[in-house]
């Protein structure tokens, strides 16, 4: 990426750390989510790649969310938003690695659905969490979907019905944030996270990320059917991996287990 580009990348052995770098707010507009949306799918296809960390440049803002202001200018709401939807992972397919988000700022809208597209949140300390679309007379689409399965119920029909900001201790008091760190531990402690991820099995790291997304609307007995019967690509690949074999390996022998994704 060119210093110039409102999407950083920076990338440590098998990490990818995306910085997202649009002054002042970091507000996403059209051609910023077909640029984390390309970046996300290289990392999907890339095999060295295991583990992504999201960000935001800045100390006020990880992301307000859709560009109200380039909306103004001409940017459709329903314009190409680019493979992976908005901001680059909702919608984008078999993303079947680990990617945490740090969030370390304002977190709302649009920005809020990103954050929920990763997998593991971190958040500073002053980070806030709303979602304030029904004050400007629209639907938190992505949200409406999602949160209601998240956190309770009632929590997120106030949050989508009102638009009230809530703390980053309530936050993770409802489950929204795994971890709360002092701003300036923040980037120190995705890093940790991510390298022990990185250091994990990525084929069952796959095979997770795949039976979540496929039992999330399947009743149980159905969803495990689908897994015990090798139904799953990622499943499938698992079993009948070295890697499949070598935790049992490891264990027998004592010794740490040498994950090689194959």
Same mark, same amino acid.
């Given at each position: 990426?060119?210093?110039?580009? @409102?999407?950083?990348?920076?990338?440590?052995?098998?990490?990818?750390?995306?910085?997202?770098?649009?002054?002042? %707010?970091?507000?996403?507009? /059209?051609?910023?989510?077909?640029?984390?949306?390309?970046? #996300?799918? $290289?990392?999907?296809?890339?095999?060295?790649?295991? *583990? !992504?960390?999201?960000?935001?440049?800045?100390?006020?803002? #990880?992301?307000?969310?859709?560009?109200?202001?380039?909306?103004?200018?001409?940017?459709?709401?329903?314009?190409?938003?680019?493979?992976?939807? #908005?901001?680059?992972?909702?919608?984008?397919?078999?993303?079947?690695? @680990? *990617?945490?988000?740090?969030?370390?700022?304002?977190?709302?809208?649009?920005? /809020?659905?990103?954050?929920?597209?990763?997998?593991?949140?971190?958040? %500073?300390?002053?980070?806030?969490?709303?979602?304030?679309?029904i004050n400007s007379g629209t639907v938190a689409d992505a949200a409406s979907i999602k949160l209601p399965k998240r956190i309770p119920y009632h929590v997120a029909m106030e949050m989508l019905l009102t638009g009230r900001w809530l703390d980053v201790e309530e936050a993770n008091r409802w489950g929204i944030v795994n971890h709360v760190h002092p701003?300036?531990?923040?980037?120190?402690? %995705?890093? !940790?996270? %991510?390298?022990?991820?990185?250091?994990?099995? @990525?084929?069952?790291?796959?095979?997770?990320?795949?039976?979540?997304?496929?039992?999330? $609307?399947?009743? #149980?007995?159905?969803?495990?059917?689908?897994?015990?019967?090798?139904?799953?690509?990622?499943?499938?690949?698992?079993?009948?991996?070295?890697?499949?074999?070598?935790?049992?390996?490891?264990?027998?022998?004592?010794?740490?287990?040498?994950?090689?994704?194959?």
């Amino acid at each position: 990426m060119s210093d110039t580009s @409102p999407v950083k990348t920076n990338i440590k052995g098998s990490i990818l750390e995306v910085t997202l770098d649009r002054p002042k %707010a970091n507000a996403v507009d /059209l051609a910023t989510s077909r640029i984390m949306g390309e970046v #996300f799918k $290289d990392f999907r296809d890339n095999p060295d790649l295991r *583990v !992504a960390i999201l960000t935001a440049a800045g100390e006020k803002f #990880f992301c307000p969310g859709w560009d109200l202001k380039a909306a103004n200018d001409g940017d459709a709401v329903d314009g190409d938003y680019g493979v992976g939807g #908005f901001g680059g992972l909702q919608e984008l397919p078999h993303l079947n690695k @680990p *990617v945490i988000a740090a969030i370390n700022g304002i977190c709302c809208g649009g920005g /809020l659905e990103i954050a929920l597209s990763c997998d593991i949140i971190l958040a %500073a300390e002053h980070a806030t969490f709303a979602l304030p679309e029904i004050n400007s007379g629209t639907v938190a689409d992505a949200a409406s979907i999602k949160l209601p399965k998240r956190i309770p119920y009632h929590v997120a029909m106030e949050m989508l019905l009102t638009g009230r900001w809530l703390d980053v201790e309530e936050a993770n008091r409802w489950g929204i944030v795994n971890h709360v760190h002092p701003a300036d531990k923040l980037n120190e402690a %995705a890093w !940790a996270m %991510a390298e022990q991820l990185a250091a994990g099995p @990525p084929l069952v790291f796959a095979a997770i990320k795949e039976i979540v997304r496929d039992a999330e $609307d399947s009743k #149980f007995q159905d969803a495990l059917n689908r897994v015990t019967q090798r139904q799953l690509k990622t499943v499938d690949t698992l079993y009948g991996s070295e890697d499949g074999l070598e935790g049992f390996r490891a264990f027998s022998e004592k010794r740490d287990p040498v994950w090689k994704g194959r």
